[in-house]
């Protein structure tokens, strides 16, 4: 039981790699329009062919038909020239016996060649029906090939978007612009504590300077250790 299942599987196998090797569909209805421009010229040249022979069948029923009615007009003249006594009879009667016999042959030719000729342009009708089904199937097949080209190259383009959709991991993704988020966050608050600090400072300065002359207080201190130099330091009992 189980040999059958994994002949069974190999099979399987090798049924879905023949079909993973199969020709390319826009390349199968290249070749198949390919063939059948082939068989379109084989058309071509057998209805070009079979069109000469029915023209020819009909200029032989022409000509027979011509032919039977000269050779009538022949036996007629022969025995009226023996009725008018120009002619012996027994040699008038040979003659337009002859006459007749070609009549008869030429009629005979007529009738096949009219044979013929019927046959022919029954042929020449199918033949020009099967060009003309020819040229509307490679008009359609060229058509389809057209919209096939045209398909493939929009699946592609879908499923290349779709392989890099697919490919991007989007939890991932949330997660790193959230810590971006964050960050960006806790540097704003960061420079806006500096900015706090850097208006205390400046205010704390401010207030200081503002209390306390420092200018007024070193030119005071400066002019005591001046007057201390020259020794005019007042001198208080």
Known sequence: MNFFKRLFKIGEAEAHS??????????????????????LEKSLEALAQVKAL???????????????????QKAMLILKKAQNGDLDSTEADRLAKEALIKKEESSQHETRSKTEAEKFNTSVEQLEKNVQEIKQNISKWENELKTLKARVKVSAA???????????DSSS??????????????EEA?????????????????????????TKANADDNLAKLKEQLGMNDKKS
């Open 18 to 39: 023949a079909i993973d090797k199969m020709e390319d569909p826009i390349k199968m209805t290249e070749q198949g329009i390919r063939d059948m421009k082939t068989d």
């Open 54 to 72: 029915a023209i020819r069948a009909k200029n032989d029923t022409e000509e027979y038909a011509n032919k039977a009615e000269d050779y009538q």
């Open 158 to 168: 879908t499923k290349n978007v779709n392989k890099q959709m697919a490919e991007i």
């Open 173 to 186: 993704t949330v997660s790193m612009l959230e810590r971006m988020k964050d960050k960006v966050s806790q």
């Open 190 to 214: 960061l420079a806006e504590a500096y900015g706090d600090i850097a208006n205390t400072s400046k205010s704390i300065d401010e207030e200081l300077d503002k209390a306390i002359d420092v």
